[in-house]
């Protein structure tokens, strides 16, 4: 597709209008947006044209594909760089794991080629949800009714890190209403007000002292959530554990459109979570978390957390922050630029 067919499916208006709606996400530049909206009309036509060979332009609005749709690294290149004197197949390649990397698509390599989706991308296909957005209040973790809505936003979390589809939501899900019976204080939800959908989850793991052991060795072995073993690398630690000093941030996340306006809302209600914590456990002091996603790395920085150790197998690693000190932050002050 050159740019004179481009035009004619989306117009360059049209692109831009959507790309400026984009580039209110953390991470989304002007060069980044036109390539997710010309690689979305790229695929949205291709698919249309399936089922109706006689479609003619121009596409009335973006929508969502029905199913994965292939895209070749060379087409991709045509699509970013048809009016630029630049652009190869490898640097289209960094473009399409940048807008994965950003939560714009999910791909994987189907063994003959890349395939690709479109993820809801709710300022585009819901204006009037971007103008007027829902309220969300944060909530107890209810297994009943949750275990199942947060295990495919985690899902999504895990498979980006494994590039492939592994972490299953089902085990995710079974998983969680284990953990909820273990210890629900430390499992909590960001929900929509009017739907009642979980968006964010939290889950703060008190860790038996044999356990600790965990977090000096390779990451990779104290994965759970995302593995298909059915043992928990982690002991839970006991209500009035003495020898419980370590908190495990197992997830923390929030669905992208939410991200920006609640994180620190959510921050600030697990520092009263901690705090309650503390009662069950007197003598807690140390925080770790497992850094699966780069979308909260600088955020995980700016509160004070410092790299440990790395994994050779992936690219996860352990980052540690004293208790006490998360408690006395001030989260407004800390993420003012993060």
């Known amino acids: 597709m050159d740019i004179t067919e481009l035009n004619a499916w989306y117009s360059q208006s049209q692109r831009r209008a959507a790309a400026s709606l984009l580039m209110k996400r953390v ?20 698919q249309l044209q399936e089922s109706q060979p006689k479609l003619k332009p121009p596409l009335s609005k973006l929508q969502l594909l029905e199913t994965e ?8 290149a045509e699509l970013f760089y048809c009016d630029s004197d630049r652009g190869s197949d490898r640097a289209a390649g960094m473009m399409l794991d940048m807008l994965e990397a950003l939560e714009l698509i999910t791909k994987h390599f189907d063994g ?3 395939v690709i989706e479109i993820q809801p991308v709710p300022e585009i296909l819901d204006p009037a949800e971007s103008e007027n957005p829902v309220q969300l209040k944060v909530d107890d973790f209810n297994p009943r009714c949750d275990a199942i809505p947060v295990a495919n936003l985690l899902a999504t979390n895990y498979n980006w890190m494994n590039r492939n589809n592994n972490a299953v ?7 969680l209403r284990v953990l909820a019976g273990q210890y629900s204080k430390g499992m909590g939800v960001l929900r929509r007000c009017d739907n009642f959908q979980p968006v964010g989850f939290y889950l703060l793991y008190p860790t038996a002292a044999e356990s600790e052991v965990n977090f000096f060795n390779a990451p990779s072995k104290s994965l759970h959530l995302s593995s298909v073993s059915d043992v928990d690398p982690f002991k839970i630690a006991v209500p009035g554990d003495e020898n419980c000093l370590s908190v495990f941030v197992r997830s923390w996340i929030i669905d992208q459109p939410y991200f920006e306006a609640y994180r620190i809302p959510l921050l600030e209600h697990i520092q009263q979570v901690l705090c309650e914590m503390k009662k069950d456990f007197p003598n807690l002091c140390d925080l770790y978390t497992l850094m699966i996603h780069p979308r909260y790395e600088k955020m995980s920085l700016a509160l004070g957390f410092q790299k440990t150790n790395s994994d050779s197998q992936l690219s996860v690693y352990w980052m540690y922050l004293a208790l006490d000190r998360f408690l006395a932050l001030d989260i407004k002050v800390a993420l003012v630029n993060a």
């Open 27 to 46: 991470g989304v530049t002007r060069t980044r947006a036109e390539c997710f909206i010309r690689l979305w009309v790229y695929l949205l036509v291709k």
């Open 69 to 76: 749709i292939q895209c070749t690294h060379r087409e991709a």
């Open 112 to 114: 003959n080629a890349t």
């Open 169 to 175: 939501p089902r085990n995710i899900a079974r998983i």
